[in-house]
């Protein structure tokens, strides 16, 4: 591709939230690179993606050092990305990465110890040709490792200068007070919470995690917003071929199909708002200023641009937002329910 000039307008295509009580703002849409970021995906289609999200003002880029495949493909290639485009606007940026799950043989390659934490930390740096990153998150509660020895870890990523803020994920309304309780000990605050969340999954809401960040004043964004591409277009007329329902990536095509119905049902409800379903979905997950941004996935760089457009209609009146309920609670409600690791 020809060399990169971002949107002189990108800014004005986007909405800023504030991250909890600290001074960071997220864009409203962030990209993750879960998927297609891997050896699976031409190069050229990633950098069609990621030069799409920037001109449409999302500064907000998600990693984790197992994103693939093979794991650590996806920091890799979205180093390259930086070294090619985005270089210079590298303070432009939010760049986040993850620890927790498995990366390399032995009893010291997963998880929340201090050993496996700063290493997988180190890593990533050196795969994204980073001095630092803006945020570092736990990946996943370690049932076997003390919480202090994983808060504090993160607390010492963060004062050696490899890291700006600290994160967690998957985390339970219960795990996150005792986290945010031993990093306020630390002087490293918890800045932002990393928990799926969407129209069909309402685990941070009976769990009580959205109020609990909303009470320590904790930042939160949420992954899996479109339940994996369900809440899209894509699934109206059935399962399509190279979905990924139809490739063995985390998506049960069984739940799809049970899903079928009230997606359609939710289609004609964001026809009749004027958005696509995917940008109804994503709305809702930000509705209310509960959810600091939506974290999306894309194959496509067209998907980024449908994606970026929620932030032009995030307003909801009582009865559509009773609608969504009875459409969800009555058919789907948490078909995809991911609680927390603990």
Not at 23 to 41: E, Q, V
Not at 119 to 126: I, N, P, R
Not at 247 to 258: F, I, M, T, Y
Request: proline share 5%.
């Amino acid at each position: 591709m020809s060399r990169y000039t971002p949107r002189a307008d990108r800014y004005e295509r986007m909405v800023y939230n504030r991250c909890g009580r600290s001074g960071l703002k997220l864009p409203a849409i962030s990209l993750g690179l879960w998927h297609n970021f891997g050896h699976d995906t031409p190069h050229a289609t990633k950098q069609a993606i990621c030069r799409a999200a920037f001109d449409h003002g999302i500064t907000h880029f998600d990693l984790a050092n197992n994103y693939g495949p093979p794991p650590g493909s996806a920091e890799e290639a979205f180093g390259e990305l930086l070294r090619t485009d985005f270089r210079s606007h590298r303070d432009e940026l939010i760049i986040s990465s993850k620890a927790g799950y498995l990366m390399w043989d032995g009893p010291y390659g997963e998880w929340g110890s201090r050993k496996y934490l700063i290493a997988s930390c180190d890593q990533s740096l050196k795969r994204m040709g980073l001095d630092y990153v803006d945020i570092f998150y736990s990946h996943r509660f370690d049932p076997d490792t003390p919480l202090e020895e994983t808060m504090g870890a993160l607390d010492h990523i963060v004062r050696s200068g490899r890291a700006q803020y600290i994160g967690v994920s998957s985390y339970n309304s219960q795990r996150t007070r005792e986290a945010v309780a031993i990093l306020n000990e630390l002087g490293t605050p918890l800045v932002i919470h990393q928990p799926s969340y969407n129209i069909l999954n309402r685990w941070v809401e009976t769990d009580g995690l959205k109020d609990t960040l909303q009470e320590l004043g904790v930042g939160s964004i949420a992954f899996v917003p479109l339940a994996q591409g369900i809440l899209t277009g894509k699934y109206l007329k059935g399962i399509p071929q190279g979905s990924r329902a139809t490739q063995g990536k985390s998506l049960d095509p069984a739940l799809v199909e049970r899903a079928l119905a009230p997606v359609r049902e939710l289609d004609g409800m964001a026809r009749a708002r004027g958005q696509t379903l995917a940008q109804m979905a994503l709305a809702w997950v930000l509705r209310g200023g509960g959810i600091t941004s939506a974290l999306i996935g894309a194959s496509r760089p067209e998907q980024v641009e449908d994606c970026a457009g929620a932030v032009r209609n995030l307003d909801f009146t009582p009865e559509e937002l009773a609608r969504i309920d009875a459409i969800a609670e009555e058919k789907a409600l948490n078909l995809w329910a991911q609680s927390s690791e603990a």
